[in-house]
């Protein structure tokens, strides 16, 4: 289905631990998670907080395994905090990027996010930005991808459950209040549909902005017992709302169609956090390979 060199399929450390509960996972080192996305067949990882920070060692690790980073996520905070303060860290950050070879900087925006709190029931309390939070969002998003452009990269945004851009609807206001040379989109299929949305309608509408994608499932019994019961993002990722592609309720073919006949080149990244404990991540990662494989065609 793909063409060939069209896409790069990589895995994600967050199966293997948890950098939001890192009690998740705690035992699992970094040489096992790497050994074990290549083993399954990956060549690409994003940075979790188990991986050395010093380029030189990371990117040796990664070597003598044939992997290397596709990207890592970046928390700003455009709505909450001066610009200068983002600005210096989204710099650090590119720049370690840049060294280790990443194309794409992973950016979302955490004002006032409640992805990280253990308590706050996710589909009653998430954020809604005020006007004044959108034009502060939007246009220290292009500023911060204009940077990225400088070293020839590009800035992807992650919409996420729990954010001030979760749904189809704030998608769209996003994407129409930046400018595409400078702010491209993410398509994270689980935060989609766990919100409610219809991937393939977003991924169609914004295909022409989308520079990654996080490839992660989701059990629907588990996502409706979260928004019933009232728990948070965090409490709904133990419970198992997330699951690797093919082991969910998400039907990709028509997604990886529309994908491969688009003019989209970069990661297909595996990224499906739950806890190890009970799910095997090496186990999971197999799964997820076999899927995309029979899918597809990769
Ligand atoms: O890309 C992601 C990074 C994680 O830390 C986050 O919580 C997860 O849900 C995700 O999609
Ligand atoms: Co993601």
């Known amino acids: ?5 069209a896409v790069k399929l990589g895995i994600a450390p967050i ?3 948890n950098d939001d509960m890192p009690e998740l996972g705690k035992e699992n080192t970094f040489e096992q998670c790497i050994s074990e996305m290549s083993l399954a067949g990956f060549i690409g990882t994003e940075v979790g907080n188990k991986y050395p920070r010093d380029t030189k060692v990371l990117k040796k690790a990664l070597d ?3 992997m290397e980073i596709a990207s890592a996520w970046f928390s700003s905070y455009l709505t909450t905090k001066p610009f200068e303060e983002t600005e210096k860290a989204f710099i650090e950050h590119r720049d370690f990027l840049l060294e280790l070879g990443a194309e794409v900087i992973v950016v979302s ?3 006032r996010s409640i992805q990280g709190d253990m308590n706050v029931p996710l589909f009653d309390e998430k954020p809604v930005f005020t006007n004044e939070e959108w034009i502060k969002l939007a246009e220290g998003l292009n500023k911060l991808g204009r940077l990225a452009n400088e070293k020839n990269m590009s800035l992807v945004y992650h919409h996420h459950m729990g954010t001030g851009v979760q749904t189809a609807k704030e998608i769209d206001q996003l994407m129409s209040m930046t400018e595409e040379d400078f702010v491209s989109l993410l398509y994270d299929t689980g935060h989609l549909y766990f919100s409610g949305e219809d991937p393939l309608e977003i991924l169609k509408r914004h295909l022409k902005r989308i520079k990654h994608v996080h490839l992660k499932d989701v059990r629907e019994e588990v996502a409706e017992k979260v928004k019933d019961k009232k728990m948070s993002f965090l409490v709904g990722v133990r419970e198992g709302v997330f699951t690797v592609p093919g082991d969910g309720n998400i039907d990709f073919t028509e997604i990886f169609i529309c994908l491969s006949n688009s003019a ?13 404990a009970k799910a095997n991540p090496f186990e999971y990662a197999l799964i997820a390979r076999q899927y995309i494989k029979e899918t597809a065609g990769v």
């Not at 970069?266 to 806890?275: P, S």
């Open 1 to 5: 289905m793909f063409t060939e060199n």
């Open 15 to 17: 199966g293997w631990t």
């Open 64 to 66: 003598l395994r044939g």
């Open 109 to 111: 925006e955490q004002g």
């Open 264 to 276: 989209y080149k970069g990661w297909l990244l595996v990224e499906a956090e739950q806890d190890p």
